[in-house]
């Protein structure tokens, strides 16, 4: 049985990307050093004299040199991108093989560099190019002329202006990335702030529902349990009846709760066996807020009835089930807080606006409640574009609410 063949490692990936820059510019100034040179050698005349030839390889000498030194100063472009770009540019005066340690250097000075760094650089690489034609090549004996002179000044400053171009776009695309991932992560952090906004707005609305629907059965419950925990006088009809309406609000309250979860779940279908209560359904309310024992007195003041039932046409369902819950959670309140005491109820429609009022006597105990209830009706009747307020006034509890009548 022969072993699995050893996995061939791949050169890291960081080595590679810092070193093929070097490796390219060397090549480059390597090629460029033998096209430059190659094509000089060939001019020199057979019969040159010692001086010349001397010359020509002392000058090819000092071209490796000054090539080898920009590519060694190179590294040094982040930290001094000015003087490594004018180190490079003066070695253009004899060096053609640091012509490409000084493109890169100027690029790099293009892309965090200052204006004024620019133009000081670009004096530099139009000098040595001009340098190159007027010093160099005279001494190798070939002549330049002030038309030559004149081209060479121009392809240098060309030439840089093109180095200088790239190195700007260079920047420009990379601010302009930086700002579209700026942007992009901004807008991710918005969209987690909305996200985790809608969470929140969605419990408080689950539990607003939650304590609308049951808090009215349950104190019904609560009460009638009490009754027959303390009251062992009553007679077997009253035991009866108390127990019959533990069992109706439980059953209610079941109902109710699987109408709430049918609203909550996620999908986009609504049962219609599950209506929310509205106004119109104020009678059922009172019917049994009454059974239980609390004497209501209801007065429609411009609302039509028909069959006990008050007429909301116009009315939107959602103001009408805020107006249904804000007359579920008074009553309720005033069951559990002010026991045995009347409730006037009122609700009056006037112009764009229907007022919901409730009022009942303080009892003489005053319990210490949180009234998460009212708190929650005050966040109802907001979102339906009124106003609750609660206030003590004249020996009295009163409960009102103002929404618009839309």
């Not at 890291?12 to 510019?25: F, Q």
């Not at 069992?247 to 219609?272: I, Y």
């Not at 209830?373 to 006034?393: D, I």
Request: hydrophobic share 45%; net charge neutral; proline share 4%.
């Amino acid at each position: 049985m022969t072993d699995p063949p050893h996995p061939v490692r791949a050169a890291p990936s960081g080595v590679l990307r810092r070193v093929w820059p070097y490796a390219v510019v060397g090549s480059a100034g390597v090629l460029l050093w033998f096209i430059v040179w190659g094509t000089h050698v060939q001019t020199i005349p057979s019969n040159a004299d010692e001086e010349t030839i001397g010359l020509t390889g002392a000058l090819m000498l000092l071209d490796v040199v000054l090539g080898v030194v920009a590519i060694v100063v190179l590294p040094l472009r982040r930290r001094a991108p000015l003087m490594v770009a004018l180190v490079t540019s003066v070695a253009l005066i004899v060096s053609a093989s640091a012509i490409g340690a000084a493109v890169v250097a100027v690029v790099h000075l293009a892309i965090v560099g200052t204006r004024t760094r620019l133009v000081l650089s670009g004096a530099v690489w139009t000098l040595a190019f001009l340098g190159n034609g007027v010093l160099v090549f005279p001494a190798l004996g070939t002549s330049t002329s002030t038309g030559e002179a004149f081209v060479i000044l121009l392809v240098g400053v060309l030439f840089y202006a093109v180095l200088v171009a790239i190195g700007r776009y260079r920047r420009a695309r990379t601010e302009t990335l930086a700002l579209l991932r700026e942007r992009a992560e901004h807008a991710e952090a918005e969209r987690e702030r909305d996200v985790k906004t809608a969470q929140e707005a969605e419990r408080l609305r689950i539990a607003r529902e939650m304590h609308d629907v049951l808090a009215h059965r349950m104190s019904l419950v609560s009460m009638h349990a009490g009754a027959l925990t303390y009251r062992d006088d009553l007679p077997r009809e009253k035991i009866t009846e108390a127990a019959y309406i533990i069992q109706e609000s439980t059953a209610l309250a079941l109902t109710e709760l699987r109408g709430l979860l049918g609203v909550l779940r996620d999908t986009d279908e609504r049962d219609p066996r599950d209506p929310q209560p509205l106004l119109q359904h104020l009678p059922i309310l009172l019917a049994e807020t009454r059974a239980a024992g609390l004497n209501v007195e209801v007065e429609y003041s411009g609302i039509d009835t028909a069959d006990g039932q008050p007429v909301t046409t116009g009315l939107s369902e959602a103001t009408s089930r805020a107006g249904y819950r804000i007359v579920q959670e008074a009553l309720t309140n005033a069951r559990k807080h002010a026991p045995g005491e009347a409730v006037r109820l009122c609700l009056e429609h006037s112009g764009d606006q229907l007022t919901i009022t409730s009022r009942n006597k303080l009892p003489r105990k005053q319990d210490k409640s949180t009234g998460h209830g009212l708190v929650g009706l005050t966040e109802r009747a907001q979102l339906a574009g009124g106003t609750l307020t609660v206030t003590q006034h004249s020996g009295e509890f009163v409960v009102e609410g103002r929404l618009p009548w839309d």
